[in-house]
Structures are given as structure tokens and as C-alpha cells.
């Protein structure tokens, strides 16, 4: 919180505070003087009727001595005392006898005595005390009774029992005094009210004010990203446990924010590791993750594409992609759930463009936001990749064919020695000419028939059309004869039919069934044995290629046809993608493949293609 805000929140807790104390004296003000006021009328009642009671005893002494001077001397000074308005002996029927006004001498008040039982045979009335509101005053009627020793003059008391009835008025003496109280209490009252507004001002200031300031300026420096903001103990109670609570609460903060940027960065680093160009894309277009192959495919700095939209960053467009003319996996993902397969090109920096094939497939986070991934590879480094693991593997065969190829060569080479030596010096007939032309001839044709497989391997894809199976199977171990030979491998071959077709590219079938036989080799440094096998499954043909190696480990199986992965028993450093592209090849026509091993036992690896007549036997 800032020194503003905790400014602003002292003002209105002050202001708070005063229309509160000012709402409580006046409701104290005005409490104390209802109850001053009503304290003050029952005693003035009290005092009335104490009055008209001694002031009875005075008019009975009076009356029993007859003395009716006395009686109106009396009636004078009772009207004329201090806080009395006036007094008056009325007559029971309500005519006035004496009064401390003589104005009021004989005229008939019947009103001052209405409701009172002042005949025989009535319950004998109290004093009856009437406040006047018209002028705030009190009126008291007292009736006076007859006594036994009044008989002579008023008769007997059970035909009289009234001999009059005394009514004093009393001036407004409530407001008065109660103002008088009112006017010495207040100040008091505002004294007490101010001390205690100080006091809880100070404590509010001191428990509240201070403590939610220095909390709200911890919070301000947290919001601004300063982790090592700390509010301690601010105050006592529930301020006190509220700032250990926010210290707590930003510790663990400061430790998840550091685990989630150490997490982003290791997820960095597996996206970078990979070879393959990849990207993760929000549910908006933007993209959270790029890897370091995505940003060398289009020329980008680090960190230039994150949390920008996909299509400007991969295609240059400054609005997504339409979805009429492009196969947008973003687009397409929202309407399947399933993984996609897409080609597209995709813009440099430099403007240059790349066709590019996209695997994609949606994911959903923990906390359950909706992203795309996407794994990238350009289509000429994918051709490249494939021609140059062939190249590779007729670079293999390079020794192997040499050995083919010297052999005859170096019989011809002999043969021509000795026809050339025989007929210079006349030695040689012709039948011996004949016999070692013949023998070029064969040897000639070996050449031929070496470097024909050769080049049946090496040409690059053309369309898919029957392809005989044994055919391929026995120029490709033609091929890999002194390969064999080096390692001491028997090989035993079982192709059923023989004249079985099945559908796929010529060189590429070749191109598989090498990398099976010589990867069978290679799990045999030692010898062992090498079965090839085919048989008919349905609709497809089965080619089996078993060796008798060191097998393959049950988590290294679901490895193996993974790209760049190598694992060979004799010790040599492979590329590791020669599994990965028969798995290629197999299932770019229509195929599967698969592998069942066991170490220290050998591998079989299952290839199912197509048969050619498309019919189940």
C-alpha cells in the first residue's frame, strides 16, 4: 500500500470516527436529557403532591378555627411561591372559594374537578397530576377531605366526604433546569467524548494504520516483482499473523516462480535437443516454445519468435492463415482431437521459402489451457537424409563389391596373360584360346551381374509396381557375400512362393532388406546363423530376417526404429537411421514392420507388405 493510500484510509477512518462520536453525544445529549427531563417531572409530581398534602393540614387548622382569612392568607402565599403559577380551593361542584388570584374568586371551574369522585358513595379518588403541554406546565387537583371534626360546618363525612378541592398549577420548571444540567454536563460529556476519540484514534493509528501501511508497501513491492519484500511482524494479533502469513506466501511464490523457470527451461532444452525443428502453440496462435532447429530453419534470433502469432512468425502473414487454401493444424485440431499430418512451406527471414512436412497434435496443460505441437521437418533435408543413409549403405558395400568385382577381373586379367603369351610364342592352340575366352566371358559376366545390383540398389525411388521378393532378397546377399564371409555367418533362405510379388518401389525393397541383413550382421560379430523367410499372411506377404545375436534389451525395443538411435554389438559408431527409414519406406507402402527379441537369444524383424495380386489365397 502506498503512503497515499494509507493517507487516504487514515482520512476516512477519521472521518469515520467523528460522524460516529458526533452521532454518539447526540444521542447521549439527547438521552440524558429525556431522562433528566422525565427524572425531573416524577419528582416535580412528587413535590406537588408533598405540598398539597402540607398545605392541607394548613387548610384544615384553618378551617377548624374558622379563620377565613387565614385560609385565603394561606392560598395567597402558596400561589405566590416560587415555581408555583397559582392556587386555588374550588367548591366539589367547581365553583372557586379562594384563590391565590382574586380574579379567579367565584367563578366556576367545573373542568378542574371533572373526573374526580368527590360525592358519597364513590371510591375515594386520588390526587389527580395533569402536565399542561400547551405551555409545559403541571396542574394538581387534590381533593380535601372532611374529617369527623369538620361535621359541624361540612356535615357528616359519609354524606361529605369531600370538603374541597385544592388545585395548584406549577410553573415550567423542567426545561429550566434540565438546560441548567445540560449546560454543565456537555461540556463534560464533549471533554470525555474527545479524550476517548484521542484514544482511539491513536490506537487505531498504532494497531491498524501503521500495520496495513507497511503490509500494502510489502504487497506494492511484490506486485513489482521484488521476491525479497518481507513485512515481518507489523503488529500484534490478526495484523501480526497476516504479515508472517504474506512473508510465507511470498516465500513460496519466490520458489515457484523459480521451479517454473527452471522447469521452462528444461523444457527448453529437450525442444532444443531434438534435431527436428519444433514449436508449441497457445490455443490464440501464439507460440510459447520454439526450439533452437525451428529458429536455424528460418533464420531467427533466440527468443524473437516466442509470444508472437505463429503465422507471422513462420509464414509472414500478418492475419492466420486461411483456412481454405492452407491445412492449418491450429484449425484443424479444434475441429479432431486426432494428431495430424500436413505439408506446407514456410518463409525465412531472408524471404527464401521451405517446404516443410508438420506432425501435429493437441495437448491440454494441467491447468487444463489447450496447446499444439508441433514437430517439424524440411522435405529436402528428409530427401537428403534418405539418399544419403542409402548412399551410406552402398559405401558399405564398397569392399564387398571391390572383392566381386577383383576377383573376376583378375582371372580375365590372367587368362588374357596366357592367350597373349601362347600365341606370341606359339604354344598355345586354338582350342586353349577358346577355352580362355570362354572363362572372360563368365568372368565378365560376374562383373556385370555385381555392379547390375549395384545400381538396382542405388537409383533413387520411382512408383510403386510388383516387385519380386526372391529376386531382391538374393542379389542383396550377393551384394553382402564377402561381408558374410568376414563374419562367418551361415545364411538359410526360405521364400515361399518362390515367385512371390509383393507391391512397393524395386530399389527401396532392396534398400530394406539391406539394412535388415546387414544390421543381422552386425548383432553377430562372432558368426552365427542368418534365416530369411517369407510366407503368405492374407493379403500381405511376410518377410521375416532372424539372427542368432545378442538380441535386443525389451526398452531398447520400442527404441529401435526411432531416427539417430544406435545400438550396435560390434562396437562401431552407426548413423541410426537405417531402421527408421525402412519403417519409412514399409509404411509409405502400405505396410508394417515390427521386432521380436530376446537378449542373448537374437532378433527376428517382421516386414508385411502388400501382396501384388491384392487377393487372399
Known amino acids: 500500500m502506498s503512503l497515499r493510500a494509507a493517507c487516504s484510509l487514515s482520512r476516512r477512518l477519521t472521518l469515520v470516527l467523528m460522524l460516529a462520536l458526533l452521532m454518539v453525544s447526540g444521542m447521549l445529549s439527547a438521552g440524558i436529557w429525556w431522562v433528566s427531563r422525565e427524572a425531573m417531572r416524577r419528582e416535580q409530581e ?17 378551617m377548624l378555627r374558622r379563620d377565613l382569612g387565614g385560609l385565603a392568607e394561606i392560598l395567597s402565599r402558596l400561589g405566590h411561591m416560587q415555581g408555583v403559577a397559582s392556587a386555588a380551593l374550588l367548591h366539589p361542584d367547581g365553583e372557586i372559594r379562594f384563590a391565590s388570584r382574586a380574579t379567579d374568586l367565584g367563578t366556576r371551574r367545573p373542568d378542574l374537578v371533572a373526573g374526580l369522585c368527590l360525592r358519597s358513595g364513590c371510591a375515594e379518588s386520588p390526587p389527580r397530576i395533569q402536565p399542561l403541554e400547551a405551555d409545559d406546565r403541571l396542574r394538581i387537583a387534590y381533593p380535601i377531605r372532611n374529617q369527623a371534626r369538620c361535621a359541624a360546618c361540612h356535615g357528616p363525612v359519609d354524606v361529605h366526604p369531600v370538603n374541597g378541592v385544592l388545585v395548584v398549577e406549577f410553573k415550567g420548571l423542567v426545561e429550566g433546569d434540565i438546560s441548567g444540567q445540560m449546560r454543565g454536563l456537555l461540556p463534560l460529556g464533549l471533554a470525555a467524548l474527545g479524550l476517548f476519540a484521542l484514544a482511539v484514534g491513536w490506537v487505531v493509528r498504532r494497531e491498524v ?7 500494502g508497501d510489502v504487497a506494492d513491492r511484490v506486485a513489482e516483482g521484488d521476491l ?8 500484534v494479533g490478526e495484523l501480526g499473523r497476516l504479515g508472517l502469513r504474506l512473508d510465507s506466501m511470498t516465500e513460496r511464490l519466490g520458489r515457484m516462480i523459480e521451479a517454473s523457470g ?34 536455424r530453419l528460418l533464420g531467427l534470433a533466440a527468443g524473437e519468435a516466442i509470444g508472437q502469432p505463429c503465422h507471422r512468425v513462420s509464414r509472414g502473414l500478418s492475419e492466420p492463415c486461411p483456412t481454405t487454401l492452407v491445412r492449418c493444424p491450429l484449425a484443424e485440431l479444434r475441429a479432431r482431437p486426432e494428431p495430424l499430418r500436413t505439408v506446407m512451406s514456410l518463409r525465412r527471414r531472408d524471404g527464401s521459402e521451405v517446404s516443410v512436412e508438420i506432425h501435429a497434435a493437441a495437448v ?10 508441433e514437430a517439424i521437418r524440411s522435405l529436402d533435408d528428409q530427401v537428403r537424409f534418405s539418399q544419403e543413409q542409402r548412399l551410406s549403405a552402398v559405401g558399405l558395400l564398397a569392399n564387398g563389391v571391390a572383392h566381386e568385382i577383383h ?12 592367350s597373349l603369351r601362347g600365341l606370341r610364342d606359339g604354344t598355345m592352340s586354338g582350342e586353349d584360346v577358346t577355352e580362355y575366352l570362354v572363362l572372360v566371358d563368365k568372368e565378365i559376366d560376374r562383373c556385370v551381374a555385381s555392379t547390375q545390383r549395384l545400381l538396382t540398389l542405388s537409383h533413387p525411388p520411382g512408383e510403386t509396381r510388383p516387385v519380386g521378393v526372391r529376386a531382391a532378397v538374393e542379389d542383396t546377399l550377393a551384394l553382402l557375400e564377402a561381408e558374410r564371409q568376414t563374419t562367418g555367418v551361415s545364411v538359410q533362405i526360405c521364400l515361399e512362393p518362390p515367385g512371390a510379388r509383393v507391391m512397393a518401389d524395386e530399389a527401396e525393397l532392396r534398400q530394406v532388406i539391406l539394412n535388415l541383413v546387414q544390421n543381422a550382421f552386425h548383432a553377430m560379430p562372432r558368426g552365427g546363423q542368418l534365416r530369411v523367410a517369407l510366407g503368405r499372411e492374407g493379403a500381405d506377404y511376410h518377410l521375416s530376417v532372424s539372427d542368432t545375436g545378442v538380441g535386443i534389451g525389451a526398452d531398447d525395443q520400442a527404441l529401435v526404429f526411432m531416427p539417430f538411435y544406435s545400438r550396435r554389438a560390434d562396437g562401431q559408431q552407426g548413423s541410426g537411421l537405417g531402421l527408421a527409414i525402412c519403417k519409412a519406406i514399409v509404411e509409405r507402402h502400405g505396410g508394417r514392420i515390427g521386432v521380436d527379441s530376446t537378449p542373448g537369444v537374437g532378433s527376428t524383424f517382421h516386414v508385411r507388405l502388400p501382396a501384388a495380386d491384392g487377393e487372399s489365397p
Do not use: K
Not at 412528587?46 to 384553618?62: D, G, M, P, Q, V
Not at 525479497?228 to 503488529?235: I, L
Not at 525442444?271 to 525451428?294: K, Q, R
Not at 491440454?364 to 505441437?373: E, F, L, N, Q
Open 46 to 62: 412528587a413535590s406537588a403532591e408533598r405540598i398539597a398534602r402540607l398545605f392541607e393540614a394548613s387548610l384544615h387548622t384553618a
Open 209 to 215: 494504520l501503521v500495520p496495513v501501511a507497511r503490509l
Open 228 to 235: 525479497s519484500a518481507r513485512a515481518g511482524e507489523p503488529g
Open 262 to 295: 527452471r522447469q521452462q527451461a528444461y523444457l527448453q532444452s529437450l525442444l532444443d535437443a531434438a534435431p527436428d525443428p519444433m514449436l508449441v502453440i497457445a490455443e490464440d496462435g501464439c507460440i510459447v516454445l520454439a526450439n533452437s532447429a525451428y529458429l
Open 364 to 373: 491440454h496443460t494441467p491447468d487444463g489451457r489447450r496447446m499444439v505441437v
Open 407 to 418: 576377383n573376376p577381373l583378375a582371372s580375365i586379367r590372367l587368362a588374357l596373360q596366357s
